[in-house]
């Protein structure tokens, strides 16, 4: 017996897999989703879910089992975050998305956010949004030696880095003080819009060239996965598209006579944070793991620590019940935290409705501030580190990233991939995948009195790909992503299909070569170790 009279654990008998099995199957038995005659070995194989691009999770994971070795933070391969010290002393970069073409509007709204907790910028640019020209405007009375701006203008991202560069050169703030990103991905625009890329690679290379002499903090790409995930791609597709976007700019830039170090400096990348919270957090820590196996080949391991931006998923949000979007956004939040993104942005409850008000904002905001301040999910780097299910899922999920990575490479790259169909044809069969699941949350559980909050129409609801009710029937695009948004009931959709067998709504709950003369190399699996206990 222990001191306050409880049995101590090792005074019961070892409970064994058989156990749990026979108990499982009685269950199963129970619920009709085994036969009578059906044997212990059937469990596992019944309880198994896959994900929709083919990552199988078993329903126990044990100490039994191999889990791969991660490292430690800030140092290779980065599996368990990019920074030595993580979000422990100054949390996340908690980064607020701004896109109404009012610049005094804006100005508001930024004002607001940087009040009340925001710490960057993340602006819409262009046709519809803001205004190149009111960047001034829209930025007045912003510190920017102390708030980072990203921006994103898509087929006008040199003339937004052109008025960028005037407004800082005339702000009286040092050029080293600058920091955010430009936000150039031309290969994301075309992937979005099935356009010709509106910005060609040597100008990408000039700009990057521009920031690294003379803007140590600036960036210049930003590797917009986020259009993948938007199309139907599943979370090992949208990391490879990630980094075969990724190695094409690469490529681009040691081509234009960048070192190789230099040009890893120069990216960061955008994902999408869903409310799969354990799919979300593998996602984020395999994108790591896979993105330092490119560093490692192009020999610059050290340089492998992926700038990582997490978004709060569009996909998932709906607008027949808006309200369940801030359930959404807060474990989509909360994921991306302890995931180790870098930077993190909730998605307004409202953005399907329109333009997001004040209160929607704050809410987005306070989301973040809450899990810091209170909850606490940045005081511990890398939380999930050591779960045996976490560890696997992770590793699993960066060796399917990586197999359709290399297969983008073999057809030529990420450009020829998009080109000729091979990203959208994919993409096509994984959304075709989930269209055969059935719903959850947004037809199951809305509330039938309620309406919608009225909102100031926004313009562009949806950019290209996107998976919304706004969508028509089907946006073909050969160029680019093809995706086919159906009717309203598909807008939020497991992120896992359900166990074999198991009927009702089990299951439904779970929401370079070439660069720096790389060869092609298959994914090398670290070795394995037991573990006896959690990290």
Same mark, same amino acid.
């Given at each position: 017996?222990?001191?306050?009279?409880?049995?101590?654990?090792?005074?019961?008998?070892?409970?064994?897999?058989?156990?749990?099995?026979?108990?499982?199957?009685?269950?199963?038995?129970?619920?009709? +989703?085994?036969?009578?005659?059906?044997?212990? %070995?059937?469990?596992?194989?019944?309880?198994?879910?896959?994900?929709?691009?083919?990552?199988?999770?078993?329903?126990?994971?044990?100490?039994?089992?191999?889990?791969? $070795?991660?490292?430690?933070?800030?140092?290779?391969?980065?599996?368990?975050?990019?920074?030595?010290?993580?979000?422990?002393?100054?949390?996340?970069?908690?980064?607020?998305?701004?896109?109404?073409?009012?610049?005094?509007?804006?100005?508001? +709204?930024?004002?607001?956010?940087?009040?009340?907790?925001?710490?960057?910028?993340?602006?819409?640019?262009?046709?519809?949004?803001?205004?190149?020209?009111?960047?001034?405007?829209?930025?007045?009375?912003?510190?920017?030696?102390?708030?980072?701006?990203?921006?994103?203008?898509?087929?006008?991202?040199?003339?937004?880095?052109?008025?960028?560069?005037?407004?800082?050169?005339?702000?009286?703030?040092?050029?080293?003080?600058?920091?955010?990103?430009?936000?150039?991905?031309?290969?994301?625009?075309?992937?979005?819009?099935?356009?010709?890329?509106?910005?060609?690679?040597?100008?990408?290379?000039?700009?990057?060239?521009?920031?690294?002499?003379?803007?140590?903090?600036?960036?210049?790409?930003?590797?917009?996965?986020?259009?993948?995930?938007?199309?139907?791609?599943? %979370?090992?597709?949208?990391?490879?598209?990630?980094?075969?976007?990724?190695?094409?700019?690469?490529?681009?830039?040691?081509?234009?006579?960048?070192?190789?170090?230099?040009?890893?400096?120069?990216?960061?990348?955008?994902?999408?944070?869903?409310?799969?919270?354990?799919?979300?957090?593998?996602?984020?820590?395999?994108?790591?793991?896979?993105?330092?196996?490119?560093?490692?080949?192009?020999?610059?391991?050290?340089?492998?620590?992926?700038?990582?931006?997490?978004?709060?998923?569009?996909?998932?949000?709906?607008?027949?019940?808006?309200?369940?979007?801030?359930?959404?956004?807060?474990?989509?939040?909360?994921?991306?935290?302890?995931?180790?993104?870098?930077?993190?942005?909730?998605?307004?409850?409202? $953005?399907?409705?329109?333009?997001?008000?004040?209160?929607?904002?704050?809410?987005?905001?306070?989301?973040?501030?809450?899990?810091?301040?209170?909850?606490?999910?940045?005081?511990?780097?890398?939380?999930?580190?050591?779960?045996?299910?976490?560890?696997?899922?992770?590793?699993?999920?960066?060796?399917?990233?990586?197999?359709?990575?290399?297969?983008?490479?073999?057809?030529?790259?990420?450009?020829?991939?998009?080109?000729?169909?091979?990203?959208?044809?994919?993409?096509?069969?994984?959304?075709?995948?989930?269209?055969?699941?059935?719903?959850?949350?947004?037809?199951?559980?809305?509330?039938?009195?309620?309406?919608?909050?009225?909102?100031?129409? +926004?313009?562009?609801?949806?950019?290209?790909?996107?998976?919304?009710?706004?969508?028509? +029937?089907?946006?073909?695009?050969?160029?680019?992503?093809?995706?086919?948004?159906?009717?309203?009931?598909?807008?939020?959709?497991?992120?896992?299909?359900?166990?074999?067998?198991?009927?009702?709504?089990?299951?439904?709950?779970?929401?370079?070569?070439?660069?720096?003369?790389?060869?092609?190399?298959?994914?090398?699996?670290?070795?394995?170790?037991?573990?006896?206990?959690?990290?």
């Amino acid at each position: 017996m222990s001191s306050i009279g409880f049995p101590r654990a090792v005074d019961f008998p070892a409970a064994t897999a058989e156990q749990w099995r026979r108990a499982a199957l009685g269950v199963l038995q129970k619920t009709g +989703a085994a036969g009578e005659h059906a044997t212990l %070995d059937a469990v596992d194989e019944l309880l198994t879910t896959t994900s929709y691009d083919g990552v199988r999770s078993a329903p126990l994971h044990t100490r039994a089992e191999a889990v791969p $070795e991660t490292g430690l933070p800030g140092l290779f391969p980065f599996t368990r975050g990019g920074r030595a010290s993580g979000s422990v002393v100054a949390g996340w970069d908690v980064r607020q998305w701004h896109a109404d073409p009012d610049p005094k509007l804006t100005n508001e +709204a930024i004002r607001a956010d940087l009040e009340n907790g925001a710490t960057s910028l993340w602006l819409a640019l262009g046709e519809g949004a803001l205004a190149v020209e009111a960047l001034p405007e829209a930025l007045d009375g912003v510190y920017l030696d102390l708030v980072g701006v990203v921006l994103d203008a898509g087929g006008g991202a040199l003339a937004a880095a052109d008025a960028w560069f005037a407004l800082t050169e005339g702000s009286g703030v040092a050029a080293p003080e600058i920091s955010g990103n430009l936000g150039l991905d031309p290969l994301g625009w075309s992937a979005r819009t099935g356009d010709r890329p509106p910005v060609e690679l040597p100008a990408i290379a000039a700009l990057a060239r521009r920031c690294a002499a003379g803007y140590p903090r600036l960036r210049a790409v930003t590797v917009d996965a986020t259009v993948y995930h938007e199309a139907g791609g599943g %979370d090992a597709q949208e990391l490879g598209c990630a980094v075969a976007a990724g190695v094409a700019y690469l490529r681009a830039l040691t081509d234009a006579g960048i070192d190789v170090a230099t040009a890893f400096g120069q990216l960061e990348f955008r994902y999408a944070a869903t409310a799969d919270q354990f799919g979300t957090i593998a996602k984020l820590r395999a994108a790591r793991r896979v993105w330092s196996r490119v560093a490692e080949l192009c020999g610059v391991p050290d340089a492998g620590a992926q700038r990582q931006h997490a978004v709060t998923s569009a996909a998932m949000m709906t607008a027949r019940d808006p309200w369940v979007n801030m359930l959404r956004g807060t474990l989509a939040c909360f994921a991306a935290g302890v995931g180790g993104a870098d930077a993190v942005t909730v998605r307004p409850f409202d $953005e399907r409705l329109g333009l997001p008000d004040g209160f929607s904002r704050r809410i987005a905001r306070n989301t973040q501030a809450l899990l810091l301040e209170e909850a606490h999910v940045g005081r511990v780097v890398d939380p999930a580190g050591g779960s045996w299910y976490v560890e696997r899922l992770t590793e699993d999920t960066a060796q399917a990233a990586w197999d359709w990575f290399t297969e983008i490479e073999r057809a030529g790259g990420m450009a020829t991939a998009l080109a000729g169909g091979l990203v959208a044809d994919r993409l096509a069969q994984t959304w075709e995948r989930r269209a055969e699941g059935s719903p959850t949350g947004v037809t199951r559980s809305r509330a039938s009195a309620s309406s919608p909050p009225g909102r100031a129409p +926004a313009p562009s609801a949806c950019r290209g790909g996107r998976r919304c009710a706004a969508w028509p +029937a089907a946006a073909p695009l050969r160029g680019g992503v093809r995706a086919a948004a159906g009717p309203q009931r598909r807008v939020h959709r497991r992120d896992r299909q359900p166990a074999h067998g198991v009927p009702g709504d089990a299951g439904t709950g779970r929401g370079v070569h070439g660069a720096g003369h790389v060869r092609r190399e298959p994914f090398r699996r670290r070795r394995h170790r037991h573990r006896d206990r959690r990290r």
